[in-house]
C-alpha cells in the first residue's frame, strides 16, 4: 500500500494527524509511505504512482487545482478533519476561514473518497457532506523524547496549563478560581505556550504573576509538561469546543499528570479515566482546590491511573493498524 502524505509544513495538527501515525504504520511495515511537505510542489506530482493520498483540512492556495488534479490522476484522496470547520467569532483564525478556507474544507469532505475524524461529535459534522467517514483518535508517540523528559525538582506545588493564544474565553473560566486559591495555598501556576504578542499579553494578564513557559517548534512541544504537578483544561461548553479531541488528557499521560478538566465534551469521553477530575464551570475552584489538598502520593497515583488509561484506550500501534484496515477499505472501494 503506497501512500502519499499532502503537508503543510510542519504545525501541531499535522505532526499529531499525520506524521506520527504515518511514519508508525511504515516502520511497522503497513505501508509505504512518502511526504510532500511543500504546498508549490503539490501540482507537479505524479499522483497515479499512489494507492491513496492523505492530507489534513485543506490544500492551501492552490486547494481547488490540486483536487482537480487528484481527481484527473483517478487516484483515492482522503481527508483527516480535527477540529469543527465552524469557528466562533471570538477565535483569531475567524475571518481567514470566513474568506474560504471554511467551503474549502467543506468541498474537500464532500469531495473524498473518505474522511478520518478524531470523534463521534466531529463525525455527525462530517455526515452532512460525506458519509464515508471512519474515527480514529489523536494518539502519541510515546517514545518521541519530548514526551519523556526529566521532570525538574521543586519544593513547590506546580500547577499548569498548556495550549495556544486561541483560549483566552477558555481561560477566563479559571483565572478568578487560580488567584482566589494563591490566597490561601503556596503553588506556582504556569502558562505554557506564550509566543508574545497582544493576545497572548490578555492570557497573562489574567493571572496574578504566573510562570511563563515560552512557545517551541512542534517536536519540543510536549516539553511543557515536564514542569507541573498537575494540569488544568478549561473549555468553554459550546459546539466549536465540543467537536475538538481530548488530545490534553492524553498530553498529561505522557508526563503521568492528573488532569483537571471542564465537564463537556470532548473530555466526557475519558469519563472513566480516574485520572482525570471534571469540573462544572462554576466549580473550578472547588475542583482546584480539591487536586491542591491532595499528598503528593495522591495525585502521583491520580496520573499513572490516567497514563494507563490512555495508554490502553489511545494505543498508538492499534490506531495505526486500524488505519491500514480503513485506508484498504477506502482504496478497494469496500
Known sequence: MNLLLLCDGMNGVIYHRIATPHLRMQLMGLANVDVCQNPAEFLDIDYKAYDLIIFSRWLGEKHYDVLKKIAQSGTKYAVDV???WALPRYNPAYQAYR????????????YADAVIATTPHLQSKVFEFNRNCYIVPNALDYEHEQWSQDKPK??????GW???????????????????LQFDYDFEFYICGYT????WDKIVKLFNNPKIVGGVNTFEYGHAYKHLDFVIAP???????????????LEA???????????????KYCENNLGVLFAANDKWEDRIEKMILMSDESRQGMGQLNAEYCRKHYNLEHWCRERELIYKKIINGD
Not at 99 to 110: L, T, V
Not at 154 to 159: E, K, V
Not at 196 to 199: F, I, P, V, Y
Not at 235 to 249: A, C, G, Q, R, T
Open 196 to 199: 508574545g504578542g497582544e493576545e
Open 82 to 84: 480535527d477540529d469543527y
Open 154 to 159: 521543586s519544593y513547590n506545588l506546580r500547577i
Open 99 to 110: 474568506k474560504g478556507i471554511k467551503q474549502a474544507i467543506k468541498d474537500a469532505m464532500h
Open 253 to 267: 499521560s505522557a508526563y503521568n499528570l492528573p488532569i483537571v478538566v471542564s465537564n463537556c465534551y470532548p473530555y
Open 235 to 249: 473549555l468553554l461548553n459550546e459546539s466549536f469546543n465540543n467537536h475538538k479531541s481530548e488530545l490534553k488528557i
Open 162 to 180: 498548556v495550549g495556544g493564544v486561541t483560549h483566552y474565553e477558555d481561560l477566563k473560566l479559571v483565572n478568578e478560581a487560580i488567584n482566589r
